[in-house]
């Protein structure tokens, strides 16, 4: 975890998608550090809060490659989430669900218990549903292809509509 006393600044961009403008917040490495949508500043702004402290957000674009990903991404080249390069802070375990959502493959989906037991923790699927909701980079680590047991869509940080349209733009029937 990162000193949380000292103020991290971070550059925040914008992309508009087909579902709405995305905030793009990347570090001086050019890694992306947290991606919501327009309408949820202020939950992205809390999730950063939880993770890093005090966080002071500057103007400036992101990488031309990682904007050149997402946009592909967005225009059907699925495959382009990979080379995104990202970077978290979080618990343990919250690392451990984040890093494993990019395994799921595009075009499929996985419920919160399934992910719990593949992360050894079959138990664990409220523990897995809330690291979920705290998923500070919404579609890269992509927490939207995670549904209820019983196959209905639960829960998305940027609303169900969204959640629904990047299911179907993936190929999943909801």
């Not at 927490?143 to 209905?152: E, F, K, P, Y």
């Not at 829960?155 to 169900?160: A, F, I, S, T």
Request: proline letters at 5%; aromatic letters at 6%.
């Amino acid at each position: 975890m990162p000193d949380r006393k000292a103020t991290q600044t971070f550059k925040l961009d914008r992309l508009a998608t087909p579902i709405g403008v995305a905030l793009l917040v990347t570090d001086d490495d050019g890694a992306l550090r947290a991606l919501d949508w327009g309408d949820y500043e202020q939950r992205m702004l809390e999730l950063l809060r939880l993770q890093y402290g005090t966080v002071t957000l500057r103007d400036g674009r992101a990488p031309r490659d990682l904007l050149r990903a997402l946009s592909g991404y967005f225009k059907g080249d699925l495959d382009r989430l990979a080379d995104i390069k990202w970077r978290v802070a979080g618990t343990s375990f919250q690392q451990r669900v984040w890093h494993a959502l990019p395994k799921i493959p595009p075009g499929t989906t996985m419920s919160y218990g399934a992910l719990a037991a593949k992360l050894k923790a079959p138990n664990a699927m409220r523990a897995v549903g809330h690291a979920n909701g705290s998923n500070p980079i919404s579609v890269v680590l992509p927490c939207h292809r995670l549904i209820g047991a019983n196959g209905s869509l639960v829960k998305y940080g940027g609303g169900l509509e969204r959640k629904r349209w990047l299911l179907r733009h993936e190929g999943v029937g909801v």
